[in-house]
């Protein structure tokens, strides 16, 4: 909130923020510098936006669209990995955008005979006492979202799951490369790129409320085999062949 705040006082001509915690503080900050956002889970909801099609005020970007996909990452673990039937998610009650993804994870778990164990982590002191808990409700798979606080401790959650044997599902392919085990999602590139589009829109002299909230174009799904093997797991040649990326 305090970089918010000074970037708002200089003042500069547009701020860009990353994930929904940064998009808040700027929000706070200011009313009238544009703020351009890259890769928000549900901006609508978390109050960045009046509506996706007309954001109605200084603020416009995209959206990772990370709820809409519940259901797209259960059915992908689960083609992966088909003995999963208790997940674990990792969410952060701090970030104004996962209450939409308990609602989706509650609505579609059950449609496909799974049942969801909610790992909540507000801080950095909480993940070993979260993670402990959770393991007492033996969960054999477990995702995530990219939570900017979570993947700050990415290398922590990677190696507690390779530790305890506990297949991963991610949000963005860098933590499958970081040795997670696979990913689905917008890819955060591309969404990078097309906000910059933005910036140079702005500083044209386009309103931020006149910019539509951008949607994801391209998903990549992305597998590490490496950690499959030291998971014990043997990926099924279905889910390969749907891979944009496998790491060997």
């Given at each position: 909130m305090a970089a918010a705040t000074e970037l708002s006082r200089l003042p500069v001509d547009i701020i860009v923020t990353s994930g929904s915690e940064a998009?808040?503080?700027?929000?706070?900050a200011t009313t009238t510098i544009p703020i351009v956002m890259a890769g928000i889970g549900d901006p609508?909801?978390?109050?960045?936006?009046?509506?996706l099609a007309h954001p109605?005020?200084?603020?416009?970007g995209n959206t990772i669209l990370g709820p809409e996909l519940a259901a797209k990452r259960l059915q992908l673990l689960k083609l992966a990995v088909p003995t999963a039937s208790r997940v674990a998610f990792l969410w952060n009650p701090d970030n104004p955008s996962h209450a939409a993804y308990?609602?989706?994870?509650?609505?579609t778990a059950p449609a496909l005979g799974m049942e969801v164990l909610f790992v909540a982590v507000r801080n950095s002191d909480e993940f070993d006492g979260a993670f402990a808990a959770m393991m007492q409700g033996r969960p054999d798979a477990f995702t995530m979202t990219a939570d900017p606080l979570h993947q700050l401790h990415i290398g922590w959650i990677i190696g507690f799951l390779a530790r305890n044997r506990l297949p991963g599902m991610y949000q963005v392919r860098e933590d499958v490369v970081a040795g997670g085990l696979m990913s689905y999602g917008a890819s955060l590139p591309d969404l990078?790129?097309?906000?910059?589009?933005y910036v140079h829109k702005i500083l044209q002299g386009t309103r931020p409320a006149d910019l539509p909230v951008e949607q994801p174009t391209k998903f990549d799904l992305a597998v590490n085999l490496k950690t499959a093997k030291a998971l014990g797991l043997t990926i099924p040649e279905p889910f390969l062949l749907l891979a944009d990326e496998v790491i060997e």
């Open positions: 998009t808040e503080a700027a929000k706070q609508v909801r978390a109050g960045f936006v009046a509506s109605g005020g200084n603020i416009t308990l609602d989706e994870w509650k609505a990078v790129r097309r906000a910059a589009g």
